[in-house]
């Protein structure tokens, strides 16, 4: 052959690495195009298994390592990666929900899973009820779905989670269970009371990867976890059609945070209970939303999950209703006035968050704080002294 130019030898390069290469790090494979041995290699089926490769859309090397790890996490058997902790929600309901199916979400859900079921499903035909959290949802012959979160969004009530999902599998309704709080790591959403309920648990889990096994407040990601082969079937199938991709650097960044998020929930979660425990104590406040403070709502249902009754992880996040005379403006200045907290949406990065939030706007059935201006802090790796001493002088705000 005669000499190639130099484009086409800087495609076509002999060299190949050696094998035998072994490192901690998983290596970063990117494609779009994959290469086949042969043209009856291209023919030949493959499936969606995390073992074989059509084109990059659907997985390398470094996604498939990852999703492995997350089932295993998880206790699942299948997972499938999504670019976000909402199009986590939304392939869930996308690929499950029909013309005539009804689908139920707790009042106190993600805010976009709250658009997606008032706004988008019911261009498909799909109605939707809410239910109070702490109750077990009623039931009718097209519930096909129920949504739950443990904890809730912003308020944080602990669902009656067990109740829910013995209820749904007498029925026959299928459940998928947002475990981005847990991670994990609080307990298992496939198994979340094994000493108490064994077997019983959610159908689909999904996690917003961006949080805990991120880490680093710089990637967006989400997980889809099953343990049944024909309901990942039914869910790859809508994943493979929705064109849900993601760019292997991001990959990289999940796996590399991985190792220390059980470290990360840990401390945060220690943290976040020193600081909302003290908060219940300030004349400021009216109450402090957080799973672990008895008397926060859900509190005795979340005690009866995790490996052992009352033990449960508890994650960074807690909530604070000011007493009803603060008004909206003077809790703005209370937050503008923290030193510590970065004013962002987004928790479990290494920077401590505040957020304000008014709530008339995001339930249907009521709120037990009305009149209340609320706060969401969701506590960083800062030293925990260090943000005490940062609330207590960002209250004089509030005089």
């Known amino acids: 052959m005669s000499k190639r130019g130099p484009a086409t030898t800087l495609i076509h390069h002999p060299y190949q690495p050696p094998e035998g290469w072994a490192a901690m790090p998983v290596p970063v494979a990117k494609a779009s195009t994959v290469l086949f041995k042969s043209t009856a290699d291209l023919h030949q089926p493959r499936l969606r298994d995390g073992q074989s490769y059509r084109y990059g859309l659907h997985g390398t090397p470094t996604s498939y390592t990852l999703a492995a790890r997350l089932a295993t ?52 035909g799909v109605t939707h009820r809410f239910y109070d959290p702490l109750m077990v949802p009623e039931l009718r012959d097209n519930t096909k779905l129920v949504w739950l979160e443990a904890a809730g969004s912003i308020t944080l009530e602990f669902p009656d989670l067990l109740g829910t999902l013995a209820a749904c599998r007498a029925r026959g309704v299928l459940t998928a269970l947002d475990n981005t709080w847990g991670a994990g790591l609080a307990f298992n959403g496939f198994e979340p009371a094994p000493a108490t309920h064994p077997g019983l648990g959610a ?3 999904v996690q917003a990867l961006t949080k805990y096994p991120s880490g680093g407040a710089d990637v967006l990601m989400g997980s889809v976890c099953t343990r049944d082969q024909a309901l990942h079937d039914r869910l790859n199938y809508a994943h493979e059609h929705l064109g849900y991709g993601l760019g ?23 943290v976040t209970r020193e600081l909302a425990s003290w908060m219940t104590g300030r004349p400021e406040v009216a109450r402090v939303f957080h799973p672990a403070l008895a008397g926060s709502p859900g509190h005795e249902f979340w005690l009866q999950v995790g490996d052992t009754p009352g033990q449960s992880g508890a994650a960074c996040l807690f909530s604070v209703a000011f007493q009803p005379h603060y ?13 510590l907290f970065g004013i962002g949406y987004s928790w479990a990065g290494p920077m401590s968050l505040a957020v304000p939030y008014n709530m008339s706007r995001s339930r249907n059935l009521g709120l037990p704080f009305e009149g209340h201006t609320l706060v969401r802090f969701a506590i960083g790796l800062e030293d925990g002294a260090d943000l005490r001493a940062d609330i207590a002088q960002a209250l004089s705000a509030l005089v």
């Open 248 to 270: 292997q650097n991001d990959v990289e960044l999940v796996l590399r945070g991985l190792p220390t998020m059980a470290l990360r929930y840990a401390a945060q979660d220690r």
């Open 203 to 205: 159908d689909i889990v």
């Open 73 to 124: 996490l998880e206790g699942a058997q299948h997972c499938l990666l999504v670019p976000s902790g909402l199009a986590a929600v939304t392939l869930t309901s996308l690929a499950l929900l029909r013309p005539g199916d009804e689908v139920l979400v707790p009042d106190n859900v993600y805010g976009q899973n709250r658009y997606l079921s008032e706004s988008w499903l019911p261009q498909w």
């Open 327 to 339: 008004s909206a403006r003077r809790v703005d200045a209370f937050v503008d006035a923290l030193q």
